[in-house]
């Protein structure tokens, strides 16, 4: 089983409508959680931290379960520009080795 | 402020060749890393460094040297390419172990 494990997708969805997507972790000690997206060709930039109470900026919500070990990432009234890849990163202690990123979850935006 | 440079931002090697792909920040951040990203895969680590004259292997170590004479500088060397080695490369750093990580452009090489 991967660490972190992503849907590839990729995610068709109209414009304007809501789309959602998990990423499930393996290591129960994982420490910090976060949303990157990385456009074609092009190199990851971080969307968002996702902390333990959960944290919404904009039309995007990150979630965090503990329990059931997954990391959530919800956008609202999808624009055509959010299409991209969507990776999920999981972080254990502060080691820089045990940072372990997913290998992306691909969401299309169609007009 | 130009963030993460890299150089270069394409190469195509033959087999047993070497060369170094240089990364450069300008946002004294201690932390520096190398990825090697691949279809379906996602990132891995290649190495990293936690600060000026350290280095440390990450989960894909093998094949690779690195080395961090200055703060701002972290240098990756492949001694003798393989076609294995085709991938895209990325820089990437932060200020602590637990903070946003900052990535370059990328490197794509291609080994033939």
């Known amino acids: 089983r991967k660490e972190v494990e992503q849907d590839p997708g990729p995610f068709n969805v109209p414009e304007g409508a809501t789309v959602a997507f998990n990423c499930t972790y393996s290591n129960s000690a994982s420490q910090s959680f976060f949303w990157y997206r990385q456009d074609c060709r092009k190199e990851p930039k971080l969307l968002m931290s996702v902390y333990s109470s959960g944290n919404e900026d904009g039309r995007f919500t990150a979630q965090l379960n503990r329990a059931s070990q997954y990391i959530s990432l919800l956008i609202r009234d999808s624009k055509l520009s959010d299409s991209a890849t969507y990776l999920c990163?999981?972080?254990?202690?502060?080691?820089?080795?045990?940072?372990?990123f997913g290998s992306g979850t691909r969401l299309s935006i169609r007009p | 402020n130009a963030g993460v440079t890299q150089t270069p931002k394409f190469r195509v090697l033959k087999t047993g060749q070497s060369m170094t792909l240089l990364c450069a920040q300008d946002m004294n951040h201690e932390y520096m890393y190398w990825y090697r990203q691949d279809p379906g895969m996602g990132l891995r680590l290649i190495h990293y460094s936690v600060g000026e004259g350290t280095t440390a292997k990450g989960e894909v170590p093998d094949g690779y040297n690195v080395s961090r004479l200055k703060k701002q500088n972290f240098l990756l060397g492949l001694e003798s390419a393989a076609p294995s080695q085709t991938s895209v490369y990325f820089c990437?750093?932060?200020?602590?172990?637990?903070?946003?990580?900052?990535f370059g452009p990328g490197t794509r090489l291609t080994v033939t």
């Open positions: 990437a750093s932060s200020y602590t172990g637990l903070d946003e990580q900052y």
């Open positions: 990163v999981v972080r254990g202690y502060s080691s820089a080795s045990k940072i372990i």
